[in-house]
T-cell receptor, first 114, second 113 residues
Framework: AQSVTQLDSQVPVFEEAPVELRCNYS??????LFWYVQYPNQGLQLLLKYLSGSTLVKGINGFEAEFNKSQTSFHLRKPSVHISDTAEYFCAVRTSNTGNQFYFGTGTSLTVIP | ETGVTQTPRHLVMGMTNKKSLKCEQH?????MYWYKQSAKKPLELMFV???????ENNSVPSRFSPECPNSSHLFLHLHTLQPEDSALYLCASSERGAGNEQFFGPGTRLTVL
């Protein structure tokens, strides 16, 4: 079975500082990787995804993530955060042999401090 | 409306009640999902439908009963729930194919008294 680990459950960071949210996965087959954001009282919204090609993926709201196959990681980064980035962030994996099933991490709560 | 919609947004019910959650997607997708989101827990996949056929049932108690009358609509029928079933219930849809992301609705916040 696949698994997704988000090592940090809570990440506080000051406004305009950089941030990295970590995600590791376990899979022996080809993976497709996703980062979602959830604002309070809302559903999940896609930030970015990695399917193939360049390992550095750029998403919405200035976020980017880097796929590292050897370390089975897909960390999310932003060089300068805003108050509006305060939200829950979820990493997800889908593999070529699991059909439509996504595997989600437990989420990281990002709090941007003014 | 566009995207994925869910009704109601909030629901309070007693343990003996029967209620239904509704999800509708306006994206032309052929797969739909129900998730349960509880505090401090990973998203729990409950059911998956492909072209109206149920393909996944992750050991969900029978007090939750899904229905997918067509590829645009998904229901979750609830009866004799327990307080621990209180959670945010999220609906999502996607195209088939591993590279396609899921689109989520805003969720229904369910409280079981």
């Amino acid at each position: 079975a696949q698994s997704v680990t988000q090592l940090d459950s809570q990440v506080p960071v000051f406004e305009e500082a950089p941030v990295e949210l970590r995600c590791n996965y376990s899979s022996s087959v080809s993976v497709y990787l996703f980062w979602y954001v959830q604002y309070p009282n809302q559903g999940l919204q896609l930030l970015l995804k990695y399917l193939s090609g360049s390992t550095l993926v750029k998403g919405i709201n200035g976020f980017e993530a880097e796929f590292n196959k050897s370390q089975t990681s897909f960390h999310l980064r932003k060089p300068s955060v805003h108050i509006s980035d305060t939200a829950e962030y979820f990493c997800a994996v889908r593999t070529s042999n699991t059909g439509n099933q996504f595997y989600f991490g437990t989420g990281t709560s990002l709090t941007v401090i003014p | 409306e566009t995207g994925v919609t869910q009704t109601p947004r909030h629901l309070v019910m007693g343990m003996t009640n029967k209620k239904s959650l509704k999800c509708e997607q306006h994206l032309g997708h052929n797969a739909m999902y129900w998730y349960k989101q509880s505090a401090k827990k990973p998203l729990e996949l409950m059911f998956v439908y492909n072209f109206k056929e149920q393909t996944e049932n992750n050991s969900v108690p029978s007090r939750f009963s899904p229905e997918c009358p067509n590829s645009s609509h998904l229901f979750l029928h609830l009866h004799t729930l327990q307080p621990e079933d209180s959670a945010l219930y999220l609906c999502a849809s996607s195209e088939r194919g591993a590279g396609n992301e899921q689109f989520f609705g805003p969720g229904t916040r369910l409280t079981v008294l």
